[in-house]
């Protein structure tokens, strides 16, 4: 790294350290000690308490108060997974569907207010956090006036909900009410759920956990006791079913070897193993050691006032310095951060919930030595290296560290941030489409929902001593791994974009420099269902006509087996560089299942009524088109709309505030020349769709016509 690593570390506002001091007086007189005060056991589950006195017992900031103002009752609790998730979105949903909307505070509370008059138990609690990740929570606990109930949101939680759900619902991260929680199931859940844990809860300090419940117990995401044992646990979910699978996540990804994972699942009949808790003594990357590389990071940017307030000695403390993330040094990896023109971050910004993933082993490795974390960054502005934006933003980043059993003085204890060590920029993400066709005489038979993977891979690579994107020279890429043809997709330069990489071939055979794929895709396809019915596709409906040059592009079957399509999954490139026969190879993972087209099509979706008119025919010549959408509270990132038809492509807007604090836009211009269509044309008609991304995965969401 930089020598100016000093001067890059002038970044935040020093948190201040609030200390409440109690003075008093008395006489000459000798005080008599009062008795003492019970101390309630705080694993026991809480009762109602009262809504006026909710906010100051709790500990609730203002910010964390929402839902409806004149509220006479309420539900409130703390949100975490891997950390307290601070400034998260809080949506509460009642059994008639009604919906409350509000955020948690700085310290993972909330509290949602709401007319009891108006609400019709059970009710469901679900938390977003910045990267689109949902957990929920439910309680069977009467509600009364004046009254809140403890409803807390965290991954244990969410498997109780889970576990709950009637048979209709593919997971809780899809489309219910609290109509939808079956509740002579959910004492069991939580018998089942503690006594998956309950040795672990143990040796986390916590003996007796006879009286702990998980979602009315009141408990701190400190990592310690209970929150120890949330530490050591991996949240992901059943790629068929959507359901909420808990796993091991200090034991290292067991990976076969055709990529797929085995994850260590734990349940009643599996508990989580006492020597995989995230306790001080392991020498994973626990919460201790991650918070306090948090804490310092945080600390060093909010000095500006000391350029030495972080010293270069450091450097090596936090960073290595040989530091490698898909081609790109510390600096230009985190460039959005420390966008000022001295490289310097952004005063005011914050990295917060940082979230421990999963181990593996960097290549030659003997032990788990590299630990993947999300991070979520909030910034109240970019510098000019970022352009120069003034509103507040607010991401996620994935940070790999390194274990470090031999430096002393690490800020991460025996871990330090290394990178992935890829020499290109590239990533496998899972990725779905829901199109809808809003002609009623084909929208049965032409809407629909596909599965698939993307390769998103930049034709160009940093150079540290330029410190500019040089181009990548690659030719060809093939890729292998899980769900794709076993001898390999093959991706080439789209002869109509620029810049981008797109299906040849599901062959596996290498082109010839210079050979061009006609293939608008990036995405290989798996399996799809017709929307909103959830019935599969026919083979032959995958692009309408089976013997088109696009056929390719989709896998030989909708069929595909989904069940091994887990989180953490190994992918494979080869990278054919211009003038070489030789592939470079490197390998990635997945962050999240493919999840079932069967199961997905129950997502919350944006609401694309405002633009039917936009594509329903006819239509004039126009040379822009104003897109427009109803947000869901519980759908996906909206980072950008397009609108597309056969003669001009698919011309895009970025959103402005796709990533702001509190998106709330609901339109947005795109400027293309379109011609006019007219009613009886068939296809011409106009395509308008969103796209975004949420739980580490790539969504679009479209509706068209056509005839």
């Given at each position: 790294?930089?020598?100016?690593?000093a001067?890059?570390?002038?970044?935040?506002?020093?948190?201040?350290?609030?200390?409440?001091?109690a003075?008093?007086?008395?006489?000459?007189?000798?005080?008599?000690?009062?008795?003492?005060?019970?101390?309630?056991?705080?694993?026991?589950?809480?009762?109602?308490?009262?809504?006026?006195?909710?906010?100051?017992?709790?500990?609730?900031a203002?910010?964390?108060?929402?839902?409806?103002a004149?509220?006479?009752?309420g539900?409130?609790?703390g949100?975490?997974d891997?950390?307290?998730?601070?400034r998260?979105?809080?949506?509460?949903?009642?059994?008639?569907g009604k919906?409350l909307?509000?955020?948690?505070?700085?310290?993972?509370?909330?509290?949602?207010?709401?007319?009891?008059?108006?609400?019709k138990?059970?009710?469901v609690?679900?938390?977003v956090?910045?990267?689109?990740s949902?957990?929920?929570?439910?309680t069977?606990q009467?509600?009364?006036m004046?009254k809140?109930a403890r409803?807390?949101?965290?991954?244990?939680?969410d498997?109780?909900?889970?576990?709950?759900?009637k048979?209709?619902v593919s997971g809780t991260?899809?489309?219910?009410?609290?109509?939808?929680?079956?509740l002579?199931?959910?004492?069991?859940a939580?018998?089942?759920?503690?006594a998956?844990?309950?040795?672990?809860?143990?040796?986390a300090?916590?003996?007796?956990?006879?009286?702990?419940?998980?979602v009315q117990?009141?408990?701190?995401?400190?990592g310690?006791?209970?929150?120890?044992?949330?530490?050591?646990?991996?949240?992901?979910r059943?790629?068929?079913?959507?359901?909420?699978?808990?796993?091991?996540?200090l034991?290292?990804v067991?990976t076969?070897?055709?990529?797929?994972?085995?994850?260590?699942?734990?349940?009643?009949?599996?508990?989580?193993?006492?020597?995989?808790?995230?306790i001080?003594?392991?020498?994973?990357?626990?919460?201790?050691?991650?918070?306090a590389?948090?804490?310092?990071?945080n600390?060093?940017?909010?000095?500006?006032?000391?350029?030495?307030?972080?010293?270069?000695?450091?450097?090596?403390?936090?960073?290595?310095?040989?530091?490698?993330?898909?081609?790109?040094?510390?600096?230009?990896d985190?460039?959005?951060?420390?966008?000022?023109?001295?490289r310097?971050?952004?005063?005011?910004?914050?990295?917060?919930?940082?979230?421990?993933?999963?181990?593996?082993?960097?290549?030659?490795?003997?032990?788990?030595?590299?630990?993947v974390?999300e991070?979520?960054?909030?910034?109240?502005?970019?510098g000019?290296?970022?352009?120069?934006?003034t509103?507040?933003l607010?991401?996620?980043?994935v940070?790999?560290?390194?274990?470090?059993?031999?430096?002393?003085?690490?800020k991460?204890?025996?871990?330090v941030?290394?990178g992935?060590r890829?020499?290109?920029?590239?990533?496998?993400i899972?990725r779905?489409f829901t199109?809808?066709n809003i002609?009623?005489?084909?929208?049965a038979?032409?809407?629909?929902t596909?599965?698939?993977?993307?390769?998103?891979?930049?034709?160009?690579?940093f150079d540290?001593?330029?410190?500019?994107?040089?181009?990548?020279?690659?030719y060809?890429?093939?890729?292998?791994?899980p769900?794709?043809?076993?001898?390999?997709?093959?991706?080439a330069p789209?002869?109509?974009?620029?810049?981008?990489?797109s299906?040849?071939?599901?062959?596996?055979?290498i082109?010839?420099?210079?050979v061009?794929?006609?293939?608008?895709?990036?995405?290989?396809?798996?399996?799809?269902v017709?929307?909103?019915?959830?019935?599969?596709?026919p083979?032959?409906?995958?692009?309408g006509?089976?013997?088109?040059?696009?056929?390719?592009?989709?896998s030989d079957t909708?069929?595909?087996?989904?069940s091994?399509?887990q989180?953490?999954?190994v992918?494979t490139?080869e990278?054919?560089?211009?003038?070489?026969?030789?592939?470079?190879?490197?390998?990635?993972?997945?962050?999240?299942?493919l999840?079932s087209?069967?199961?997905?099509?129950?997502?919350p979706?944006?609401d694309?009524t405002p633009?039917?008119a936009?594509?329903?025919?006819?239509?004039?010549?126009?040379?822009?088109?104003l897109?427009?959408?109803v947000r869901?509270?519980?759908?996906?990132?909206i980072?950008s709309a397009?609108?597309?038809?056969?003669?001009?492509?698919?011309?895009s807007?970025?959103?402005?505030d796709a990533?702001?604090?509190?998106?709330?836009?609901?339109?947005?211009?795109?400027?293309a020349?379109?011609?006019?269509?007219?009613?009886?044309?068939p296809?011409?008609?106009?395509?308008?769709g969103?796209?975004?991304?949420?739980?580490?995965?790539?969504?679009?969401?479209?509706?068209?016509?056509?005839?």
């Amino acid at each position: 790294m930089a020598q100016h690593f000093a001067l890059t570390l002038r970044w935040w506002v020093v948190p201040a350290i609030l200390a409440l001091a109690a003075c008093g007086g008395g006489s000459s007189e000798p005080a008599v000690a009062p008795a003492p005060i019970p101390t309630p056991d705080p694993l026991v589950a809480s009762e109602l308490i009262d809504l006026a006195k909710a906010q100051v017992i709790w500990e609730i900031a203002d910010i964390g108060v929402g839902g409806d103002a004149d509220g006479d009752a309420g539900a409130s609790g703390g949100a975490g997974d891997g950390s307290a998730l601070k400034r998260a979105s809080v949506v509460l949903i009642d059994a008639a569907g009604k919906v409350l909307t509000g955020q948690t505070d700085d310290n993972g509370r909330y509290l949602i207010k709401f007319k009891l008059a108006q609400i019709k138990v059970p009710l469901v609690l679900k938390v977003v956090d910045a990267g689109g990740s949902v957990l929920a929570s439910t309680t069977d606990q009467a509600l009364a006036m004046g009254k809140v109930a403890r409803i807390n949101i965290n991954p244990l939680t969410d498997k109780i909900v889970s576990d709950s759900l009637k048979s209709s619902v593919s997971g809780t991260d899809k489309s219910f009410t609290g109509a939808d929680i079956d509740l002579s199931k959910l004492a069991m859940a939580k018998t089942n759920l503690i006594a998956s844990i309950q040795a672990a809860l143990a040796t986390a300090g916590i003996a007796d956990a006879s009286k702990f419940d998980p979602v009315q117990s009141v408990y701190n995401y400190d990592g310690k006791g209970i929150d120890a044992v949330i530490e050591s646990i991996s949240h992901t979910r059943d790629p068929v079913t959507g359901a909420t699978v808990l796993t091991a996540k200090l034991t290292g990804v067991v990976t076969n070897t055709d990529g797929t994972t085995v994850p260590t699942v734990i349940s009643s009949a599996t508990p989580l193993a006492t020597t995989q808790v995230a306790i001080d003594s392991n020498p994973a990357l626990t919460f201790s050691k991650i918070t306090a590389w948090v804490n310092y990071l945080n600390g060093c940017l909010a000095t500006t006032a000391a350029p030495n307030a972080c010293p270069d000695a450091d450097q090596s403390k936090l960073v290595s310095a040989d530091y490698l993330q898909n081609s790109k040094d510390f600096d230009e990896d985190f460039s959005t951060l420390f966008s000022e023109s001295d490289r310097s971050g952004i005063k005011g910004s914050v990295i917060s919930n940082p979230n421990i993933l999963f181990f593996t082993r960097y290549s030659g490795s003997t032990i788990d030595d590299a630990a993947v974390v999300e991070v979520t960054i909030r910034q109240p502005r970019t510098g000019p290296l970022a352009g120069n934006q003034t509103a507040p933003l607010e991401y996620t980043k994935v940070l790999v560290f390194k274990r470090d059993d031999v430096t002393a003085g690490l800020k991460a204890g025996n871990w330090v941030l290394y990178g992935n060590r890829k020499a290109f920029n590239w990533s496998v993400i899972p990725r779905y489409f829901t199109f809808q066709n809003i002609n009623p005489l084909l929208e049965a038979d032409w809407s629909r929902t596909t599965s698939g993977f993307r390769l998103s891979f930049s034709p160009s690579v940093f150079d540290r001593n330029s410190r500019t994107y040089a181009s990548a020279n690659v030719y060809a890429i093939r890729l292998k791994g899980p769900g794709l043809p076993a001898s390999g997709v093959v991706f080439a330069p789209y002869s109509l974009g620029a810049n981008t990489f797109s299906v040849l071939n599901k062959t596996g055979v290498i082109p010839a420099e210079g050979v061009k794929s006609n293939n608008a895709q990036t995405d290989f396809r798996i399996a799809g269902v017709v929307f909103p019915t959830g019935a599969s596709i026919p083979p032959e409906r995958w692009q309408g006509n089976p013997a088109g040059s696009n056929s390719a592009v989709y896998s030989d079957t909708q069929f595909a087996d989904l069940s091994q399509l887990q989180a953490y999954n190994v992918y494979t490139a080869e990278f054919y560089k211009n003038g070489s026969a030789t592939p470079i190879v490197e390998t990635t993972r997945i962050l999240a299942p493919l999840e079932s087209p069967v199961a997905y099509v129950k997502r919350p979706l944006h609401d694309l009524t405002p633009s039917h008119a936009l594509v329903s025919p006819p239509q004039a010549a126009s040379t822009s088109t104003l897109v427009q959408w109803v947000r869901n509270p519980l759908g996906v990132r909206i980072e950008s709309a397009f609108v597309g038809s056969s003669s001009v492509g698919y011309p895009s807007a970025n959103i402005p505030d796709a990533f702001a604090l509190n998106a709330a836009s609901t339109s947005v211009l795109i400027t293309a020349n379109f011609p006019a269509t007219d009613a009886n044309t068939p296809g011409t008609a106009r395509e308008i769709g969103l796209f975004g991304t949420a739980a580490r995965a790539q969504f679009n969401q479209s509706i068209y016509w056509s005839k």
